[in-house]
């Protein structure tokens, strides 16, 4: 069996970075095991090439939920990366690091050491920023963040000044010192390729004689003597193969992979273990629980002006725009779908905002089966307001169906499934229609398609968003953190409670969600994580 100090189960968004930092030095021995294949793919790399792997099994898993009460029983996709960079490689890229209030919410439930202060310094040294350095901004590090203020659709102004007019603030940057307010989104590219983690930590890492990288890897269970993890046991094209860590076995799986690996491992709910028949190494009924996760929407619009409708839907189109990509990595196709967007309260009563939104130049109301139709929009100009919850009150659950590694796990997410989620989300939809009715929208729209006007009280509202609400893809909780293995899976330095040699970093670890979009606090937690490790051997 072949040792190495360090086994990094996972490549995705944090395990990219544990495996750049761990193996820097060269101290240390490195293993990454991945589920999935390479990274090295033209729709991966490309921005808006994400459309095309939002169905694709060859990089992601396309996990579904468990029928959903709160979703009109319907049963939401779950996009997961499943190839190196994990979800960092099929994201929407949007760079939002989180709030302050978050973080220090983190440090007084007991978690020393995860308060913004703290975190401050580690998302600036990841990050370089095209923006410059600043005392909130970081230039330098491996990651670089695009502006994009220059790039966006023209149709992106008028939905700012719209935001202005219905009373949010012009924001330049929601990573500044302050949240609130609307703006355009930086978002984690470079020279108009995607910079997921892969690209800017595993990458580099890899090229050190330290470090190896086994893709098409699943790991099915974790190797333990005693209570502690010496090891990981997986499958690689029908084998099955052992390997061990000499230090330590760090999960980076993600908030569905992770709880279900320790779950099958024997860690996790001693009833569902028993009736499972999996031995149990350490009960503890956190593993799985807690899951938290935004949820969103699109209210969609017919223009009276072009939108990028116009463009990426005719032949024509396509091709201009895949030429001036492939020359000049520039224009639609290396953006994010998602221009601008920005954060608002629902009530002024509240302390800080609970709502985002999202401001596309495009719309998708008619389907293509398949993928995702960001490439095949609308035949008239169309364009969407979206929004989603922050922190939301729902809870749901991830566990295993079965002690069989390749059984997907049950998924219930619970979403909109408390009276105060709906009345919120029910405030937002009303605040982007006053946006819409705002001068510098109104004049330029010809209709509300989705939900349509007709759509009035508050009932056809709330069955409207029950109807066509979903993920907005930023599950985490699931391994929460906490000093109290009662109520959590992780202690504050990401070790699981009661077991020697094992931790998990990933947003699984989040004891709560954060203020946007989730991967850079993912990737922070990732190098956070690492640094803990580093101190301790």
Known sequence: MQTYDFIIVGSGSAGSVVAEKLSASGRFSVLVLEAGGSDMRFYVQMPLGYGKTFFDPAVNWNYKTEPDPGLAGNADHWPRGKILGGSSSINAMVWIRGAREDFDAWSAAGNPGWGFDDLLPAFKALEDNQAGA???????????????????????????????????????????????GVGVYQISTKNGRRMSAARAFLRPAMRRKNVRVVTNALATRILFEGSRAVGVEYEQNGQKESVRAAREVIISGGSVNSPQLLQLSGIGPAKLLKDLGIPIVKANDNVGANLQDHIGINYTFKGREPTLNQILRPWWGKLAVGIQYL??????????????????????????????????????????????PILTPDPWPGFSIGLSNCRPSSRGEIMIRSSNPRDYPKIVANALSTDEDVVEMLDAVKFVRRIA???????????????????TSDAELIQDFRKRSGTVYHPVSTCRMGPDPSHSVVDPRL??????????????????????????????TGWKGADLILEDH
């Open 134 to 180: 600043n005392e909130w901004r970081g230039t330098g590090g491996p990651l670089h963040v695009t502006t994009c203020e220059q790039a966006v659709h023209p149709l992106t102004k008028r939905y700012l000044a719209a935001s202005q007019q219905a009373g949010l603030s012009l924001n330049p940057d929601f990573n500044g010192e302050r949240q609130e």
């Open 327 to 372: 020359l000049l990595r520039s224009g639609p196709l290396s953006l994010s779908m998602n221009n601008a967007g920005g954060f608002f309260r629902t009530s002024p009563g509240m302390a800080r905002p609970n709502m985002q939104l999202y401001f596309q130049a495009f719309s998708t109301v008619i389907p293509k089966s398949g993928e995702r």
């Open 437 to 455: 009715s705002m001068p510098a929208m109104a004049d330029i729209i010809e209709e509300e398609v989705l939900p349509g006007p007709s759509i």
């Open 495 to 524: 070790r699981v409670h009661g077991i020697a040699g094992l931790r998990v970093i990933d947003a699984s670890i989040f004891p709560d969600n954060i203020t946007g979009n989730t991967n850079a606090a993912s990737i922070m």
